[in-house]
């Protein structure tokens, strides 16, 4: 049979490595390296978005007034006040920053000069998952009490007695444990996933293109460079949807903790 492309020698495929980078400067700890610039610049960016927005109260609203509006009524209606109810207020600010800063981080991944989402390291997943665990946890512990949370979030209401030895164990797992590792992994997965993908078309495509001499590897490297569009183009839309259900989520942890009823 004859292969479809001729065999790539000296070509190393993207993988999990991809992903590692030095410190940004000699002698830095290891921690302190592109993930965390672009979490500092995302930082930076947030802030002085609805700063500037906060500050432009006109009655007839500029263009970018409109688009600090939409995005805040969005976060306001869609999520905050339908996932949380009518104590959603002191909530709001919270949700309004996770979004903004998710967003940005993952958008990162198209930006040009980083190519990069930040949460494609698994490290600063968990670090976003924890923060919310802390969050809805110290809510629903401020206001049922230690054991009144434990029995809000590991006896639902209307359980036969007989099956609360079953339940009680699966609630515990399912509200304590799980909610902070698949918020975390799923976030992860998608941007890794994504990135890894663009690298597949791009870095393969780059090599097909220039770096292999057999005609077919050409046309094959010229395709898959043109396909890579496409896919930066899904990944637009699953950064930014990842941003709204790690928020919507969000909301949804917060309200379960805090409500009357499980």
Do not use: C
């Not at 500092?40 to 970018?64: D, E, H, Q, T, Y």
Request: proline share 8%; net charge neutral; hydrophobic share 55%.
């Amino acid at each position: 049979m004859i292969p479809l492309l001729v065999p790539m020698e000296g070509y190393e495929p993207p993988g999990v490595q991809s992903f590692d980078f030095p410190p940004l400067f000699p002698g830095a700890p290891a921690w302190v390296d592109r993930y965390l610039l672009q979490a500092l610049v995302a930082f930076l960016l947030v802030g002085i978005f609805w700063l500037v927005m906060a500050r432009k109260n006109k009655l007839v609203p500029s263009k970018g007034q409109f688009v600090g509006e939409s995005a805040y009524f969005f976060l306001r209606d869609s999520i905050g006040r339908d996932m949380i109810g009518h104590e959603f207020r002191k909530y709001l600010p919270f949700l309004i920053a996770v979004f903004s800063f998710v967003l940005v981080n993952n958008l990162w991944g198209i930006f040009p000069l980083t190519l990069l989402p930040t949460a494609s390291h698994v490290g600063w997943a968990y670090g976003l998952a924890g923060m919310v665990w802390i969050l809805y946890n110290a809510i629903g512990l401020r206001k049922f009490g230690p054991l009144g949370y434990l029995k809000h979030v590991t006896m639902p209401p209307g359980v036969p007695g007989y099956m609360l030895p079953i339940v009680i164990p699966l609630e515990f797992f399912s509200n304590i444990i799980v909610r902070p590792i698949t918020l975390s992994l799923r976030l992860f997965a998608n941007m890794l996933a994504g990135h890894l993908l663009v690298l597949v078309f791009v870095l393969g495509g780059e090599y097909l293109l220039v770096e292999s001499e057999p005609i077919i590897n050409k046309v094959a490297g010229g395709a898959s460079l043109i396909f890579s569009m496409a896919i930066f183009a899904l990944e637009i839309f699953v950064q930014i949807l990842q941003a709204y259900i790690f928020t919507v989520l969000t909301a949804q942890y917060i309200s379960s903790a805090s409500s009357e009823e499980h």
